[in-house]
């Protein structure tokens, strides 16, 4: 039987989740100034998991992988920090750090319907489907506006990060299918190794090497990875993973709602991005689709977010 996790870690988790993830669009920003999209992710995965492997180690577990169902923490890892990851992280090389967070906000309404399509099958109420209408207008009235954004958008752009989202989508949803709430950490180690690999080989693909010299990598983007490292994938991918083990996917998903306001007001301060009435209007539209979405139905009392049902995000 497993130990109900403690209210106030959920409510940390949740803190990481919202703040963290809000930063890292920022910090891909200034990695992939001088560092390849698909490496720099890549890298950051990779040592993540090589730390984390260390770590669970160092704690008395001979056998880290063991219990584990392989195969399904390599699907994970490929669409979570694999495509869910990697392919914001190319899309990023043109789009807006804020737009490509808006985006990755609109992840709960593609949940929803994914959940009822493939997962549960549990139709949506008229209030969510309300909130799937308007989400799925904002993000249209945000693919059509990307040129207005950013000279630099085109439409492969766009397709890579909604790719993404479809990844994380999945991803998140077959999760508890593989990993029970015992051993989320060891989970997270193998899925950001698979994602790390992922993305290496995407650079591959991609040809990212013609033309890179490690000489050219600048301070701030090196330091900027480190921090996604740290920051983005130790810290909060373990958050991440240990909410979803625990707390309904739902209610997770509730960053989505917190990111984009982060990522967008960063982008504007630091790297002078522009919030134009399309963007602004792409923003609304998400956000009241995502809260219709996560309103539509009654998020539990404390007792129970301390529970951990084994169901699939």
Not at 106 to 112: A, R, T
Not at 148 to 160: D, E, F, N, T, Y
Not at 199 to 206: C, N, P, R
Not at 231 to 255: D, E, K, M, R, W
Request: hydrophobic share 55%.
């Amino acid at each position: 039987m497993h130990q109900r996790p403690d209210l106030k870690a959920i409510l940390l988790a949740f803190a990481g989740i919202y703040i963290i993830w809000g930063t890292t669009f920022l910090a891909i920003a200034l990695a992939i100034r001088t560092i390849p999209p698909f490496f720099s992710g890549g890298v950051r995965f990779l040592a993540a998991g090589v730390i984390m492997y260390a770590y669970l180690r160092l704690r008395g577990q001979r056998q880290v992988f063991a219990g584990l169902s392989i195969g399904g923490t390599l699907l994970c890892g490929v669409l979570l920090s694999g495509i869910g990851n990697g392919f914001i992280i190319w899309g990023q090389q043109a789009l807006p750090s804020g737009i490509a967070a808006l985006f990755v906000g609109g992840l709960p309404v593609l949940i929803l319907l994914f959940d009822w399509m493939f997962f549960s099958r549990r139709a949506p109420t008229r209030l969510a489907a309300i909130g799937l209408a308007l989400g799925f207008s904002g993000l249209i009235v945000l693919s059509l506006n990307t040129h207005s954004l950013s000279g630099k958008v085109r439409p492969a752009h766009v397709i890579m990060v909604l790719l993404a989202e479809v990844g994380w989508s999945l991803g998140t949803l077959l999760q508890r299918r593989y990993v029970g709430p015992d051993r989320v950490q060891n989970f997270t180690c193998l899925q950001m190794l698979a994602g790390g690999a992922f993305q290496l080989l995407a650079g591959l693909v991609d040809r990212e090497w013609i033309g890179f010299s490690p000489a050219q990598v600048s301070l701030q983007s090196m330091l900027a990875v480190l921090y996604l490292t740290v920051f983005g994938s130790l810290i909060a991918a373990n958050c991440y993973s240990f909410l979803v083990a625990h707390v309904p996917a739902q209610q997770i998903s509730t960053y989505a709602l917190v990111n984009p306001v982060i990522a967008l007001s960063l982008g504007a301060l630091v790297l002078g991005e522009k919030i134009t009435p399309a963007t602004a209007l792409a923003a609304l539209l998400v956000a009241l689709g995502v809260a219709l979405v996560l309103w539509s139905r009654r998020l539990p009392s404390a007792p129970e977010l301390a529970v951990s049902p084994r169901r699939l995000v």
